[in-house]
């Protein structure tokens, strides 16, 4: 009997597997908060086989980000059951090269559900599980920020019962774009020990992938804070921040179709 499921538990039927059959639909508000820090520390978190971007192209870049997903397959079903579609995000980004071109990389990741994490394991993602909490916008009332100038919101981060980062973005108006670092296809790697557990691995592969079906809602951009905080168990901190670039809002719609393999060892 054939067995069916994306990833697992696979059965006869598939209604057990932990994601829906792709593609993935996307919708969410991020907040952004770009600035930078020690290159060098940005290149203790890339593997050997990827490089730094150049010294012209600004190599100490970053953007933590937090967001507030909704995500769906095809058939929409998750929308009409909530628990399976809502989760939150906190990543946080790099600029690298390989093989000569730029790409996104995601070094470090949270999420608060198992299938987003699971999900992200497909993807390359480095997904661990975490507390993750940002301020919705808000048009009526007063329980929020609005989007317009002098709207602030407030972004934490905690995993392991610690907390990792508190962040801020006060927003001043509209922008043309929201930001540098996270606006390039993304590279990653797929790695998964061999089971004899000698030091080799069973799946070392490097991807790539881009979203479809893009809608981008107005950029809002202004002012941010963001402090980091020491864990026995995190490497967040050696990313801590030397100058603030900025903050942006943006609500954003994409569906993930798949990706590509660039190298496989």
Known sequence: MDVHGLPFPRTASGR??????????????????EYRTNPDHVRAVLPPDVE??????????????????????????????PVRAQYKEA?????CRFEGQIYSRCVFIWVDKDFAL???Y???YPKKLGSIHQSRPITVGSAGPRLEPGGTFGMTLAAGDRRLANATVTLEGEAPN?????GHAMLHHRWFPSIELNGE???SEVVTMSGTNVELGPVYAGTATL?????PTEELTLLAPLEILGGYFRTVGTTFAGGRTLHTS
């Open 118 to 120: 699971v999900r992200g």
């Open 16 to 33: 057990a597997s932990l994601l829906p059959p792709p593609p993935w639909h996307y919708s969410g508000d991020l907040l952004t908060v």
């Open 201 to 203: 691995d069973s799946m």
């Open 227 to 231: 402090e980091l905080f020491d864990s």
């Open 91 to 95: 990543f946080v980004v790099v600029r």
């Open 52 to 81: 730094l971007v150049h010294d012209d192209e600004d190599p100490g870049a970053v953007a933590f980000i937090w967001a507030d997903w909704q995500s769906c397959g095809d058939d929409r079903t998750e929308i009409l059951d």
């Open 178 to 182: 929201g930001g540098f670092v996270n």
């Open 122 to 124: 497909l993807q390359g």
